[in-house]
């Protein structure tokens, strides 16, 4: 089978101007992600990881080079297309959840599908059924505040899914989860590329998440070091789990 | 259905993207706004009391007013006497004018006051849901979406702070002219024609003034970008 590229960099450079200096965050960043793939980023603060994550999701705009989302070079989109883009191809997971508070679950759920000109009986359904994937079917008019940060984060992977997105972006999902939680979440995440074939992308530190990536993609000083495939990040599964049994807050 | 799109070319895309297709119904924004304002109760309590103070001071000044012209050319002699006894039968067009012009700029100052009152207020309530605005704006909430949120807002703020007022300051013209001349020389018509003439103004106006105020605040808002949803800080 064929893979098909479902995001692309083509030596993708970000330049920010801080007083007079020119800091590069990124230099010259190539890399292809394929449909239905499980990739982490990682790297350190201040490597870049975050500035690529951003490009990938169609947050931030290259100063050269192109990022393709969906064949789409998105430096050509304009505001308009880019909230298209946001709202239909993209699912965003953020590490601190980010739900409308004054919203209940399935209010929170079903938003993106507002947006995306759904009527709201069909969004409210459609809202509920992804609640129930996600294992808060009873917990539908719950507001945030009432919930656990795993049920949280649940809540904030259905309306990541609300418009079908090719590509789910989670930046640390686990990152304010304890390990058991997180482990769940990761779980769900793995699934869910199981089950409808989309495309998850997420910048972590979080060694867990490395085990269930098809890839991992190390960056450091704006450049990718190395790409591994998890079979390769098999055979350092010993150091894998000391690492995990180290204190979960521990950045590498 | 996805898939399919996933194959089609750029152009096909584009295609697509026909304007319009990314909405927020007015009856979804009423909603969000109205839960929002239920919300922050405490924020919004500022922007609801000076909009109803100076909207008070304008419905009694108004009111005032407008009895008094009624009372004027009333042919009641007890009337007239009480006006003369408060000093208020006095229909010197100079001085008059004089006094409306100190008021005038009394109730400007005042406006000024609270519009720049509500712009702050509004401000850090913007700040304060950068990452609201942010995760919105992730989930394809265009510019204007978040622009009206905000406006909408302010504008239910203005209108129940207008209303209040407006009671208030029409409430407090009535209570001091009926002191001073007396309750039962105020005859309905004259309350209902004065009413009538001053609430429409004075929470048409509070809202306006509530609108103008989140104005800036409102584009500061919408200029937020997307980015902002993933701070973690603070």
Redesign the interface.
Known sequence: MPEQAIVHTQDVRKTYLMGNEEVHALCGISATIHKGEYVSIMGPSGSGKSTFFNMIGGLDKPTSGEVYIDEVDISQLGIYELAWLRCRKIGYIFQTFNLIPVMNALENVSLPMVFAGLDSDQAREKAAGLLHKVGLGDRLTHRPVELSGGQQQRIAIARALANDPAIILADEPTGNLDLKTGQLIIELLLSLKEERGVTIITATHDHKMLAASDRVIWISDGRITRIQKREELDIRVGSIDEATSAPPSSSP | ???A??D???SA??GE?G?G?????W??TVE?CW??V??RRGRFLLVFASIAVVVALFVSTLSHHGMLRDLRASDDVRIQAALEHAGAASNDPQSEARQSERMMLLLVLSGLLCFVGVTNTVFMSVTERY??I??????????S?VVRLFLLESAFIGIMGSAAGMAAGFGLAYVQMGLTVGFAAISLGTVVKVFCLAAPLAVAGGTCLALAAAVYPAMAAARM???D??R?EA
Not at chain 2, 21 to 25: D, I, M, Q
Not at chain 2, 134 to 143: E, I, P, R, S
Request: proline share 7%; hydrophobic share 45%.
């Open positions: 259905m996805r898939r799109r996933a089609m070319a750029p895309i584009f993207m304007r297709r990314l909405s927020l119904p009856g979804r969000m839960r929002s239920k919300n990452r609201e942010g995760t919105l704006k992730c989930l394809g909430a265009l510019n979406f970008k997307p980015v949803a993933m973690v």
